[in-house]
């Protein structure tokens, strides 16, 4: 017998992680429609609306290298 060592991670930096994107995309998208065109702001994220304004994407910033790929186009 060969004993095997596995590498056990839970679940929880998952959701950690999910949790603090989340959290950053939401005070991105909130600051950037507040001061539109602060340096320190398109920083965090340029955010792009579609869809009469109810849904935005981000064009630009640490929000959009954070962002999963949207298509096969995107990818």
Do not use: C
């Amino acid at each position: 017998m060969f004993p095997i060592k596995l590498f056990y991670t839970s679940n929880m930096p998952i959701i950690l992680v999910t949790a603090l994107i989340s959290n950053m995309y939401f005070f991105s998208k909130v600051l950037a429609k507040k001061y539109r065109g602060n340096v320190i702001i398109d920083f965090v994220g340029v955010w792009q609306d579609i869809d009469s304004g109810h849904n935005s994407i981000p064009v630009s910033g640490l929000a959009y290298y954070l962002s999963p790929p949207r298509g096969f186009n995107e990818l």
